[in-house]
């Protein structure tokens, strides 16, 4: 490493305080995905402070590069990527930096992330002759909505001039305690797609159900089938899941309504077999249409596809990762049905994708992502800054 391991420990103890700044600030002022224009100027700002020349990309993400002297035009780079992208979901902590924006909430973590690059890209930028090449900067927007903020940022050539060579982002995980990491070399996380269901059936009054076509029965008999379908048709060691969390029909005890609307999901970890099976979805609709002489249209929203870690790139990482923090505090993780935009990277170019534990059980902090009460040790910030950096100057990655 071109800096040891000491000093970005020293240095992050600096600036830990005004990572916890940039965090509360992040949390209090959530923004939803491709809404996030505050949150751009304000990573924009907070760079331009540090003295790192940035710009935007992906409408409301920011880029920068950081060089050393002796680096090349051409020299290719790693890239560290943060999301800023917030939930609608109500925060319920009790805490000074509670969200101020009623129904929007920093219940992922994302604003932990951008703070944590912040801090990180602070010390890289002070120390930038060391570097070996090149380091890009992402503040990326809209992970978690479609299309993902991901194709904004490939889209407008961020990966490019410079080529980004490798790429790395860490994910707040409150499975593991703070000061804990996990790691999982290949495939990692699921494709996934949503589905958009209209049921079309013909509604009267629920005693004289030769007069109706009932959209419900429709509807029941599309779920059934459809999860039999993936169940009895999964290739072998392929993870797949098809759910539903949403049906509504709008009729009463004895009137059958007109439609019916219904919501799920649909995730996999292999392309050909997803290719398949919605086709196969599509069909199920059609034969079921054509049985009650009603009309199912279901709309495919294609999303994310599957992450996969580059195994060596990973391993190197969770390598160095336990010389500087211990063999006991790195984790192997298991495979994971959940989804990330970062996969849209994972197609292009080497990544790895790691966990950085959060959880603190004394404190209460033990809630997970997506709940209404997700809050992290702050601590753990710190430990992210250090491995983020360390992965910046690291002779091996």
């Known amino acids: 490493m071109a800096i040891d391991f000491k000093k970005i420990e020293q240095s992050t103890e600096l600036l830990y305080e005004k990572a916890i700044s940039y965090r509360e600030h992040l949390h209090q002022n959530p923004e939803l995905s491709y809404e996030e224009y505050n949150t751009q100027k304000f990573v924009s700002d907070t760079l331009t402070a540090i003295g790192i020349e940035n710009t935007d990309i992906g409408e409301t993400g920011v880029?920068?590069?950081i060089s050393a002297d002796h680096h090349d035009k051409n020299d290719t780079c790693i890239a560290l990527r943060a999301d800023l992208d917030a939930l609608p979901?109500?925060?319920q902590n009790k805490v000074p930096y509670k969200s101020k924006v009623d129904g929007l909430m920093h219940a992922c973590g994302h604003d932990v992330h951008t703070s944590i690059l912040l801090g990180a890209a602070e010390i890289i930028h002070e120390n930038r002759n060391e570097l070996k090449r090149p380091v890009k900067l992402i503040f990326q927007p809209?992970?978690?909505k479609n299309p993902g903020g991901a194709t904004y940022v490939i889209r407008d050539g961020g990966l490019e001039n410079p080529k980004v060579e490798k790429m790395i982002a860490l994910h707040v995980f409150p499975d593991l305690d703070y000061g804990h990491f996990g790691f999982k070399e290949g495939l990692y996380m699921a494709s996934c797609d949503e589905l958009?269901?209209?049921?079309k059936g013909l509604g009267g009054h629920g005693a004289l159900p030769d007069r109706t076509v009932n959209p419900l029965f429709m509807g029941s008999e599309f779920i059934l089938k459809a999860k039999e379908?993936?169940?009895?048709?999964?290739?072998?060691?392929?993870?797949?899941?098809?759910?539903?969390?949403?049906?509504?029909?709008?009729?009463?005890?004895?009137?059958?309504?007109?439609?019916?609307?219904i919501k799920g999901t649909f995730r996999t970890m292999d392309e050909d077999w997803r290719a398949k099976a919605k086709t196969e979805l599509l069909a199920i609709a059609s034969e079921i249409s054509e049985k009650y002489n009603g009309n199912i249209k279901l709309n495919l929203s294609h999303g994310y596809p599957f992450l996969k870690n580059d195994e060596e790139l990973t391993n190197s990482i969770k390598e160095m990762t336990k010389r500087y923090f211990g063999t006991d505090h790195v984790h192997e993780l298991p495979l994971r049905m959940t989804s990330e935009d970062f996969a849209y990277y994972s197609q292009l170019v080497?990544?790895?994708f790691l966990r950085l534990g959060v959880r603190n059980k004394e404190k209460g902090i033990v809630h997970g992502l997506h709940h209404p009460k997700f809050d992290i040790e702050p601590l753990s910030i710190k430990k992210g800054i250090q491995i983020m950096t360390s992965i910046a100057f690291s002779d091996e990655v």
């Open 142 to 144: 809209g992970e978690e």
């Open 196 to 199: 958009h269901i209209e049921v």
């Open 89 to 91: 979901i109500q925060e």
């Open 63 to 65: 880029i920068a590069l």
């Open 229 to 261: 379908y993936i169940d009895k048709n999964t290739p072998e060691d392929v993870p797949s899941v098809i759910n539903f969390g949403h049906f509504e029909a709008l009729g009463a005890t004895n009137v059958v309504p007109e439609s019916a609307i």
């Open 350 to 352: 080497p990544v790895c």
